[in-house]
C-alpha cells in the first residue's frame, strides 16, 4: 500500500522561508514523478512544482518559480519543498502526489497525502 505522509507546514511572516518533506512507503520511490500541489481556502486545487524521477528535471507554476525549490532524496524516500520569500497568498494546504505509474509524467496522480497547513501571515 502506498502511502504519503507531509509535514513541516506551519505559521510564517510574509518573506519567511519553510521546507516541507514528504515521505512515501509501499514501492520503489526512485522510479517514480513527484509532485506538490496546494489549495487554499475556497479555491481549486492547483499544480506548483514536480521533479523527475532521476531528479534531473522540474517544473513549477509561474507563481512560485524563483521563490520555491523542488528536491528528492532518492535514499530516504523523500521529496522536497523549500519555500523562501513567503507572501501571504501562499497560504494553502500543501500536498504532495505521486502517480501509479513509473517513469511517467501524468495528467492526474493517484497517490496522495493528508496535507500539511501552510500560513504566511503579512
Known amino acids: 500500500q502506498v502511502q504519503l505522509v507531509e509535514s513541516g507546514g506551519g505559521l510564517v511572516q510574509a518573506g519567511g522561508s519553510l521546507r516541507l518533506s514528504c515521505v512515501v512507503s509501499g514501492r520503489t520511490f526512485s522510479s517514480y514523478v513527484m509532485a506538490w500541489f496546494r489549495q487554499a481556502p475556497g479555491k481549486e486545487r492547483e499544480f506548483v512544482a514536480t521533479?523527475?524521477?532521476?531528479?534531473?528535471?522540474?517544473n513549477y507554476a509561474d507563481s512560485v518559480k524563483g521563490r520555491f525549490t523542488i528536491s528528492r532524496d532518492n535514499t530516504k524516500n523523500t521529496v522536497y519543498l523549500q519555500m523562501n520569500s513567503l507572501k501571504p497568498e501562499d497560504t494553502a494546504v500543501y500536498y504532495c502526489?505521486?502517480?501509479?505509474?513509473?517513469?511517467?509524467?501524468?495528467?492526474?496522480?493517484?497517490?496522495w497525502g493528508q496535507g500539511t497547513q501552510v500560513t504566511v501571515s503579512s
Open positions: 502526489a505521486a502517480p501509479s505509474r513509473p517513469y511517467y509524467y501524468p495528467k492526474n496522480y493517484d497517490y
Open positions: 521533479i523527475s524521477w532521476n531528479d534531473r528535471n522540474t
